[in-house]
């Protein structure tokens, strides 16, 4: 199984490729884009970090690791989930993850992915 993530901004400006199944993994919608111009086949927020722990790691230079640390327990804490996004993935030979943020090096999308792919 080939896993990617994108920003949904990004996708959104191309079709979806034969066999791809694009799940959007953040918590809100992400601002400027029409629900009916992204073709998704699931949007699961709750797989996405907490508010508070999104705000915690977004509004200051926080330390990635410990971010990681954070959000890993929080599924652990509430694997039901990461469960429902393991079951698309099985089903797919490419999956891709889609996020909103800006910061394309470092955001939950990338804690998703290396999960799957474990």
């Known amino acids: 199984m080939k896993v990617a993530i994108e920003r949904v901004y990004d996708f ?5 490729r034969p066999g791809e199944v694009a799940i959007l993994v953040d918590r809100l919608w992400p601002r400027g ?7 998704i086949d ?15 790691f977004h509004h200051e ?5 410990e971010f990681q640390q954070r959000y890993l327990a929080e599924l ?7 469960k429902e996004l393991r079951d698309f ?4 030979l490419e999956v891709t993850l889609l ?9 939950h999308a990338m804690v998703l992915r290396d999960l799957l792919l474990r």
Not at 33 to 39: D, I, M, T, Y
Not at 48 to 55: F, I, Y
Not at 61 to 65: A, G
Not at 99 to 107: K, L
């Open 42 to 56: 699931a949007w699961l927020k709750d797989v996405a970090p907490s508010t508070e722990l999104r705000k915690w």
């Open 89 to 92: 993935a099985h089903e797919a």
């Open 99 to 107: 996020f909103a943020a800006r910061e394309t090096e470092q955001n």
């Open 76 to 82: 652990q804490a509430n694997p039901e989930p990461l």
């Open 61 to 65: 230079e926080r330390s990635w690791t």
């Open 12 to 16: 959104v400006k191309r079709p979806k």
């Open 33 to 39: 884009v029409r629900k009916e111009a992204l073709e």
